[in-house]
Protein backbone atom coordinates (compact mmCIF):
# COMPACT_ATOMS: atom_id res chain seq x y z
CA UNK A 1 0.00 0.00 0.00
CA UNK A 2 1.65 3.22 1.33
CA UNK A 3 4.98 2.29 1.58
CA UNK A 4 5.11 0.71 -2.32
CA UNK A 5 3.85 4.66 -3.47
CA UNK A 6 6.05 6.11 -0.96
CA UNK A 7 9.19 4.39 -2.68
CA UNK A 8 7.98 4.99 -5.80
CA UNK A 9 7.62 8.67 -5.05
CA UNK A 10 11.13 8.46 -3.90
CA UNK A 11 12.31 6.49 -7.12
CA UNK A 12 10.64 9.75 -9.20
CA UNK A 13 12.87 11.95 -7.40
CA UNK A 14 9.99 13.26 -4.75
CA UNK A 15 11.37 14.42 -1.29
CA UNK A 16 10.62 13.31 2.08
CA UNK A 17 9.19 17.16 2.11
CA UNK A 18 7.13 16.30 -1.24
CA UNK A 19 5.36 12.73 0.01
CA UNK A 20 2.79 14.30 2.83
CA UNK A 21 1.44 16.94 0.23
CA UNK A 22 1.28 14.32 -2.46
CA UNK A 23 -0.45 12.04 -0.43
CA UNK A 24 -2.35 13.92 2.34
CA UNK A 25 -0.90 12.70 4.87
CA UNK A 26 1.10 14.19 7.80
CA UNK A 27 5.21 14.47 7.73
CA UNK A 28 4.69 12.19 10.97
CA UNK A 29 3.03 8.76 8.98
CA UNK A 30 5.69 9.36 6.12
CA UNK A 31 8.68 8.81 9.10
CA UNK A 32 6.71 6.17 10.56
CA UNK A 33 6.36 4.89 6.75
CA UNK A 34 9.64 5.30 6.27
CA UNK A 35 11.10 3.37 9.43
CA UNK A 36 8.81 0.49 7.75
CA UNK A 37 10.67 0.59 4.61
CA UNK A 38 13.89 1.04 6.07
CA UNK A 39 13.56 -1.80 8.17
CA UNK A 40 12.06 -4.56 5.22
CA UNK A 41 14.13 -3.52 2.62
CA UNK A 42 17.74 -3.63 5.23
CA UNK A 43 18.78 -0.13 3.44
CA UNK A 44 19.86 2.44 6.37
CA UNK A 45 20.05 6.01 4.34
CA UNK A 46 17.50 7.87 2.52
CA UNK A 47 19.93 7.32 -0.43
CA UNK A 48 19.63 3.83 -0.35
CA UNK A 49 16.11 4.11 0.17
CA UNK A 50 16.04 6.41 -3.41
CA UNK A 51 18.18 3.96 -5.13
CA UNK A 52 16.53 0.80 -3.93
CA UNK A 53 13.03 2.36 -5.24
CA UNK A 54 14.88 3.50 -8.76
CA UNK A 55 16.00 -0.09 -9.50
CA UNK A 56 12.66 -1.45 -8.48
CA UNK A 57 10.42 1.04 -10.83
CA UNK A 58 13.12 0.21 -13.57
CA UNK A 59 12.86 -3.28 -13.13
CA UNK A 60 8.82 -2.85 -13.14
CA UNK A 61 8.70 -0.58 -15.92
CA UNK A 62 10.82 -3.47 -17.89
CA UNK A 63 8.25 -6.32 -16.76
CA UNK A 64 5.16 -4.03 -18.20
CA UNK A 65 6.85 -3.26 -21.64
CA UNK A 66 7.50 -7.01 -22.05
CA UNK A 67 4.12 -7.56 -21.35
CA UNK A 68 2.49 -5.32 -23.69
CA UNK A 69 4.79 -6.26 -26.61
CA UNK A 70 3.64 -9.96 -25.81
CA UNK A 71 -0.25 -8.47 -26.36
CA UNK A 72 0.98 -6.61 -29.67
CA UNK A 73 2.16 -10.04 -31.14
CA UNK A 74 -0.34 -12.48 -30.34
CA UNK A 75 -2.58 -9.69 -31.82
CA UNK A 76 -0.18 -9.25 -34.82
CA UNK A 77 -0.31 -12.84 -35.25
CA UNK A 78 -4.30 -13.33 -35.08
CA UNK A 79 -4.77 -10.53 -37.16
CA UNK A 80 -2.46 -12.22 -40.31
Same mark, same amino acid.
Given at each position: ??? !?I &? $? !??Y #???Y @???D =?PN *? *?? =?? #?G @??KG /??? /? &?Y +?? $??????? #? *???????SC +??LLAA +? +?? !??M???? !???R? #?A
Amino acid at each position: GSE !RI &I $L !RYY #AEGY @TVKD =IPN *L *LF =IS #AG @TVKG /HNS /H &IY +SK $LGVDSYD #A *LKAYGFQSC +SQLLAA +S +SE !RVMGMVK !RRERK #AA
